[in-house]
């Protein structure tokens, strides 16, 4: 059996999951599982569909079943609001980035919107294609797609309207300038 199509579509699992999980050791996991998944499920792929789709697809499915165990098992332990301990958290001392914005409004949004968002334009799927791979109907695709723009543009504009303070000026990119991450079909 002949695994190389598989390990030619590692770099984009990871991307994704990293994008998805926003932690490395965790979208390593993930990457893990799904090939894992993969592997041991190689019988229901079939030959002559896009095999990267279909990777894709098990990896989503991995993430959202570990999403909804997460949920049951942190549905016993209590819940601290980010937003009520912020004045806690130290900022960091380097300048602020928008790369780093990004990722932290990229984690703010739903599940079901973030990967559909992430999967356009980060894996440069068509529209279809995440339907496929999420498992809802293309026009649910459009929906969500255009929910979780319009979602970051708003995060975004808070991330630049309150800038963490830098010893260093430098120009910090407002809502309009930031890159947005826009794909058309």
Not at 10 to 28: N, V
Request: net charge neutral; with cysteine; glycine share 2%.
């Amino acid at each position: 059996m002949n695994f190389q199509p598989v390990i030619d579509h590692i770099p984009s699992l990871r991307r994704y999951a990293r994008a998805l999980t926003g932690d490395a050791w965790a979208a390593d996991d993930l990457v893990q599982d799904t090939l894992e998944r993969a592997c041991s499920r190689w019988r229901l792929w079939l030959a002559g569909t896009d095999l990267r789709a279909w990777l894709f697809t098990v990896m989503h499915n991995l993430y959202v079943s570990q999403v909804r165990q997460a949920v049951r098992r942190a549905s016993a332990a209590p819940l601290v609001d980010v937003d009520e301990v912020a004045h806690e958290l130290k900022a960091p001392d380097n300048p602020t980035d928008v790369r780093i914005d990004l990722q932290r409004c990229l984690l703010r949004l739903p599940d079901d919107q973030r990967a559909v968002l992430l999967l356009v334009t980060l894996e440069d799927l068509s529209y279809e294609e995440v339907a496929k791979v999420t498992g809802v109907a293309m026009g649910t695709v459009m929906s969500r797609l255009s929910r979780a723009r319009s979602r970051l543009r708003e995060l975004m504009g808070e991330a630049a309207q309150h800038p963490t303070p830098s010893p260093v000026a430098e120009p910090v990119a407002t809502a309009s300038e930031a890159p947005l991450l826009r794909r058309l079909k």
